[in-house]
């Protein structure tokens, strides 16, 4: 087949052949997005036939390579591919493959796939290489001494990869190999990709049963890893040798569609690129402006969500400038001088894809109605589009220009290099294969992520982030951070509010996950249905399994641990929080002692909290205190509040029990009483609505106050006496409290405390926050009445 190429800036799309004719075809000649040449395998065969060129100048069997390679690294070393080429020619000497020509042209053929892409020299020579140690007498060692560990890595990394056998669990394992040297060099996966695209395009020699089984694995498994590592253009020639394959009658309609838009008289994407370029040019900013037409499957797909195509349906327009704020400026320009269509823009320069993908995306919309898709990159932004991970070239090569700098790289992970283009996504990957039990769970499980081509950032309290698929739940949160610890989450804070472990994550939230004290805290099997990540699922599957009958209660609800079982009775409750009687039995006693009759050790831990509150006047425990010798009695402790109605009795409202300086207003009781409400109370907006009138109130000038807190937290022993210790320590009085039982290994504690100022609540709060096991303190708010 001669070389052939096609212009993305001029050519509309060129039909790929028949699927009955990919047998005698290297590749479609489907719409490229870039220049390709094609390598003629019939000289290629008569020079592998003809042994190595000389050693002093370059064979003539790798030109293309050569050429492709320089165009992208033009000082490279050209000696290493010389002699892979030298080694690989006489090792595969004699072989042929099915559709007749020497092996060599294979390696030759994947090499210029990467080549085309811009890979680094190391990477073309290991291509070169790949077959060799697996279908030849070369051995490692021979790679190792004569071309280096790295090639020696990636080849054996691809070695384990050949020979596919496509039975059913032969094929499952070889992908997890497969993943797994991935996992400490892409480069590996980069080769694998450009393998199979060269195989896809001589697919046609083998029977139709098989091309279906390989096609359909190439659909599932390795084109999504070529759109998760960004190589496009890998990933959209695969697209189209799939669709040719599996639905040969779709593709046939395709294709008339295609030729039938390019007989039209007229291009409108054309006209449109013609009037952008000169919007471009008089605002001055230097700019590339080309038509892409759309690959098959694209074309398919956009038929299918608009029905009849129209002219600026078959491609989109990119423009490519030098620097990242000319991108911006080119959307100014555009949406300024032509008329855009503003729900189509997406900005993935400030938001890269997960896939390390960047551009703007915009639309413009022509006078008869038609709307463009507009691309805006700059060139380093279009060459890591088309050639993802494969353009960022050695992960491990030191910069040129810099030094290392041991702060700012990324420090190596149990002993393994750290390399810098693996994407979350993979790494998460690697951890959940290993805990996959079987070939078909480790293959449904993968195919079921690959799936997910959309990721969010979520990120922990501490400033560290955790990389999820978009969709996943508090739950992938918890086991995407703790492993198989998270069986003991209990719920978590979403941006700083309590959220349930089934709440949905956003891009940008802040997860804190709130974890049990009992270790023999277990997962619920509802929370398979909120879990996204195959990590998350494998480990909630692998201990229900491993405890069967756990996990649900006979009625099917969440099982809770013995001391969180409902219904407890009161000294149950009260041992689960270190006392033997719950606080409500003693409303008003103020001792708040955390005493436990049937525990000396809570006993004694009670001791001391009331030792240390009776040490100070007006702590929780302590005796009242004395007034001066001639001093008056101390009157009521509550806060004074003014009303605007002379004589009315004042009190303050129960449900949301206001503090100096809240917000108040008032309501007339029966009695003549007034009520004094906190403004954003529930009960203030019910009484509103049934036309109740409003009374001024105004604070007094005293500082004391009574508020009622709600404290939420973990059940664990002495935890009613470490709380009611730091509310004396805060000169708080206790007026009363209750404890209701436990549920889901939850305690909510509540609260009414006398404070000699208003003004020490705030601290009074973060001191009970900071008691162990308690993650919640807020003030009371009860719920309106119903209208």
Same mark, same amino acid.
């Given at each position: 087949?001669?070389?052939?190429?096609?212009?993305?800036?001029?050519?509309?799309?060129?039909?790929?052949?028949?699927?009955?004719?990919?047998?005698?075809?290297?590749?479609?000649?489907?719409?490229?997005?870039?220049?390709?040449?094609?390598?003629?395998?019939?000289?290629?065969?008569?020079?592998?036939?003809?042994?190595?060129?000389?050693?002093?100048?370059?064979?003539?069997?790798?030109?293309?390579?050569?050429?492709?390679?320089?165009?992208?690294?033009?000082?490279?070393?050209?000696?290493?591919?010389?002699?892979?080429?030298?080694?690989?020619?006489?090792?595969?000497?004699?072989?042929?493959?099915?559709?007749?020509?020497?092996?060599?042209?294979?390696?030759?053929?994947?090499?210029?796939?990467?080549?085309?892409?811009?890979?680094?020299?190391?990477?073309?020579?290991?291509?070169?290489?790949?077959?060799?140690?697996?279908?030849?007498?070369?051995?490692?060692?021979?790679?190792?001494?004569?071309?280096?560990?790295?090639?020696?890595?990636?080849?054996?990394?691809?070695?384990?990869?050949?020979?596919?056998?496509?039975?059913?669990?032969?094929?499952?394992?070889?992908?997890?190999?497969?993943?797994?040297?991935?996992?400490?060099?892409?480069?590996?996966?980069?080769?694998?990709?450009?393998?199979?695209?060269?195989?896809?395009?001589?697919?046609?020699?083998?029977?139709?049963?098989?091309?279906?089984?390989?096609?359909?694995? $190439?659909?599932?498994?390795?084109?999504?890893?070529?759109?998760?590592?960004?190589?496009?253009?890998?990933?959209?020639?695969?697209?189209?040798?799939?669709?040719?394959?599996?639905?040969?009658?779709?593709?046939?309609?395709?294709?008339?569609?295609?030729?039938?838009?390019?007989?039209?008289?007229?291009?409108?994407?054309?006209?449109?690129?013609?009037?952008?370029?000169?919007?471009?040019?008089?605002?001055?900013?230097?700019?590339?402006?080309?038509?892409?037409?759309?690959?098959?499957?694209?074309?398919?797909?956009?038929?299918?969500?608009?029905?009849?195509?129209?002219?600026?349906?078959?491609?989109?327009?990119?423009?490519?400038?030098?620097?990242?704020?000319?991108?911006?400026?080119?959307?100014?320009?555009?949406?300024?001088?032509?008329?855009?269509?503003?729900?189509?823009?997406?900005?993935?320069?400030?938001?890269?894809?997960?896939?390390?993908?960047?551009?703007?995306? $915009?639309?413009?919309?022509?006078?008869?109605?038609?709307?463009?898709?507009?691309?805006?990159?700059?060139?380093?932004?279009?060459?890591?589009?088309?050639?993802?991970?494969?353009?960022?070239?050695?992960?491990?090569?030191?910069?040129?220009?810099?030094?290392?700098?041991?702060?700012?790289?990324?420090?190596?992970?149990?002993?393994?290099?750290?390399?810098?283009?693996?994407?979350?996504?993979?790494?998460?990957?690697?951890?959940?294969?290993?805990?996959?039990?079987?070939?078909?769970?480790?293959?449904?499980?993968?195919?079921?992520?690959?799936?997910?081509?959309?990721?969010? $950032?979520?990120?922990?309290?501490?400033?560290?982030?955790?990389?999820?698929?978009?969709?996943?739940?508090?739950?992938?949160?918890?086991?995407?951070?703790?492993?198989?610890?998270?069986?003991?989450?209990?719920?978590?804070?979403?941006?700083?509010?309590?959220?349930?472990?089934?709440?949905?994550?956003?891009?940008?939230?802040?997860?804190?996950?709130?974890?049990?004290?009992?270790?023999?805290?277990?997962?619920?099997?509802?929370?398979?249905?909120?879990?996204?990540?195959?990590?998350?699922?494998?480990?909630?599957?692998?201990?229900?399994?491993?405890?069967?009958?756990?996990?649900?209660?006979?009625?099917?609800?969440?099982?809770?641990?013995?001391?969180?079982?409902?219904?407890?009775?009161?000294?149950?409750?009260?041992?689960?929080?270190?006392?033997?009687?719950?606080?409500?039995?003693?409303?008003?006693?103020?001792?708040?002692?955390?005493?436990?009759?049937?525990?000396?050790?809570?006993?004694?831990?009670?001791?001391?909290?009331?030792?240390?509150?009776?040490?100070?006047?007006?702590?929780?425990?302590?005796?009242?205190?004395?007034?001066?010798?001639?001093?008056?009695?101390?009157?009521?402790?509550?806060?004074?509040?003014?009303?605007?109605?002379?004589?009315?009795?004042?009190?303050?409202?129960?449900?949301?029990?206001?503090?100096?300086?809240?917000?108040?207003?008032?309501?007339?009781?029966?009695?003549?009483?007034?009520?004094?409400?906190?403004?954003?109370?529930?009960?203030?907006?019910?009484?509103?609505?049934?036309?109740?009138?409003?009374?001024?109130?105004?604070?007094?000038?005293? $500082?004391?106050?009574?508020?009622?807190?709600?404290?939420?937290?973990?059940?664990?022993?002495?935890?009613?006496?470490?709380?009611?210790?730091?509310?004396?320590?805060?000169?708080?009085?206790?007026?009363?409290?209750?404890?209701?039982?436990?549920?889901?290994?939850?305690?909510?504690?509540?609260?009414?405390?006398?404070?000699?100022?208003?003004?020490?609540?705030?601290?009074?709060?973060?001191?009970?926050?900071?008691?162990?096991?308690?993650?919640?303190?807020?003030?009371?708010?009860?719920?309106?009445?119903?209208?």
């Amino acid at each position: 087949m001669s070389a052939e190429a096609t212009n993305p800036a001029t050519a509309g799309p060129v039909a790929p052949p028949a699927p009955q004719a990919l047998a005698a075809s290297v590749a479609p000649a489907a719409a490229r997005r870039k220049s390709r040449a094609r390598i003629d395998l019939r000289r290629l065969g008569r020079a592998a036939l003809l042994g190595p060129a000389a050693r002093d100048k370059l064979p003539d069997a790798i030109s293309h390579v050569v050429e492709a390679h320089r165009a992208h690294h033009p000082d490279a070393d050209l000696e290493p591919l010389r002699r892979a080429y030298v080694l690989a020619e006489s090792s595969h000497r004699g072989q042929m493959r099915k559709s007749g020509e020497p092996y060599i042209t294979h390696p030759l053929a994947v090499t210029l796939i990467l080549a085309e892409l811009g890979a680094e020299t190391t990477t073309l020579t290991a291509s070169l290489l790949h077959d060799t140690v697996e279908d030849t007498e070369v051995t490692l060692d021979q790679v190792r001494e004569q071309f280096g560990e790295e090639v020696r890595y990636l080849v054996d990394g691809v070695t384990k990869l050949e020979k596919v056998d496509y039975g059913a669990a032969a094929e499952p394992e070889t992908f997890r190999k497969m993943l797994v040297a991935t996992g400490n060099d892409v480069r590996v996966m980069s080769i694998k990709l450009a393998d199979r695209l060269h195989n896809m395009r001589t697919l046609g020699v083998m029977r139709p049963e098989k091309q279906a089984r390989i096609a359909k694995v $190439t659909r599932d498994v390795l084109i999504p890893l070529a759109e998760r590592l960004g190589v496009q253009a890998l990933k959209t020639e695969l697209e189209d040798l799939v669709f040719a394959i599996l639905h040969p009658e779709e593709y046939e309609h395709t294709r008339e569609l295609i030729a039938e838009n390019a007989a039209r008289p007229g291009d409108p994407l054309a006209e449109v690129a013609d009037e952008m370029r000169g919007v471009l040019r008089e605002a001055g900013i230097p700019a590339d402006v080309l038509i892409r037409p759309r690959h098959f499957v694209s074309v398919h797909r956009v038929a299918r969500k608009r029905g009849r195509l129209r002219g600026t349906d078959f491609g989109r327009l990119l423009v490519l400038v030098n620097e990242d704020a000319d991108c911006y400026g080119v959307l100014g320009e555009l949406h300024t001088c032509m008329t855009p269509v503003v729900s189509e823009f997406k900005d993935f320069i400030a938001v890269p894809k997960f896939n390390l993908y960047q551009s703007l995306h $915009t639309a413009v919309a022509r006078p008869d109605g038609q709307v463009v898709e507009v691309l805006i990159r700059t060139h380093q932004m279009h060459k890591v589009a088309e050639a993802g991970v494969v353009a960022l070239g050695n992960p491990y090569a030191p910069a040129a220009d810099a030094p290392a700098d041991p702060a700012t790289q990324d420090a190596p992970a149990d002993g393994e290099r750290a390399d810098p283009t693996r994407p979350g996504w993979l790494s998460r990957l690697l951890d959940w294969q290993q805990a996959a039990p079987d070939p078909d769970t480790f293959w449904s499980t993968l195919r079921e992520d690959l799936a997910q081509d959309r990721e969010i $950032t979520v990120f922990r309290p501490d400033g560290g982030a955790l990389g999820l698929p978009e969709g996943a739940t508090c739950v992938d949160a918890a086991y995407a951070q703790y492993g198989e610890d998270a069986h003991a989450c209990i719920g978590a804070r979403v941006n700083g509010r309590l959220a349930t472990l089934s709440t949905v994550l956003r891009d940008g939230d802040t997860v804190q996950l709130l974890m049990g004290q009992d270790p023999a805290s277990e997962p619920s099997r509802e929370w398979l249905e909120h879990a996204h990540t195959p990590a998350a699922r494998i480990a909630i599957q692998r201990w229900l399994a491993a405890h069967p009958g756990d996990g649900t209660d006979p009625d099917g609800s969440p099982a809770t641990p013995a001391s969180s079982a409902a219904p407890t009775p009161p000294a149950a409750v009260a041992e689960s929080v270190g006392t033997a009687r719950p606080a409500a039995a003693r409303d008003g006693d103020g001792d708040g002692d955390g005493h436990s009759e049937g525990d000396p050790a809570d006993a004694r831990t009670a001791a001391a909290a009331r030792t240390a509150a009776a040490a100070r006047p007006g702590a929780a425990g302590a005796p009242p205190a004395r007034p001066a010798d001639g001093a008056p009695a101390p009157r009521s402790r509550r806060a004074d509040v003014l009303a605007d109605r002379p004589g009315a009795a004042v009190r303050l409202a129960g449900c949301c029990t206001p503090v100096p300086p809240d917000e108040i207003t008032g309501f007339a009781v029966r009695g003549g009483a007034v009520t004094v409400h906190r403004v954003e109370c529930a009960a203030v907006a019910h009484m509103k609505s049934t036309g109740r009138a409003e009374i001024g109130v105004r604070w007094g000038n005293t $500082t004391e106050c009574r508020v009622t807190l709600v404290a939420e937290s973990f059940g664990r022993p002495h935890l009613l006496a470490d709380l009611t210790e730091a509310i004396a320590l805060q000169g708080a009085e206790i007026v009363s409290a209750t404890v209701e039982p436990p549920s889901q290994q939850r305690v909510r504690h509540t609260y009414t405390l006398q404070l000699p100022d208003a003004a020490h609540l705030p601290a009074l709060m973060r001191a009970m926050r900071d008691v162990p096991g308690v993650y919640d303190v807020s003030r009371a708010q009860h719920q309106a009445p119903a209208s």
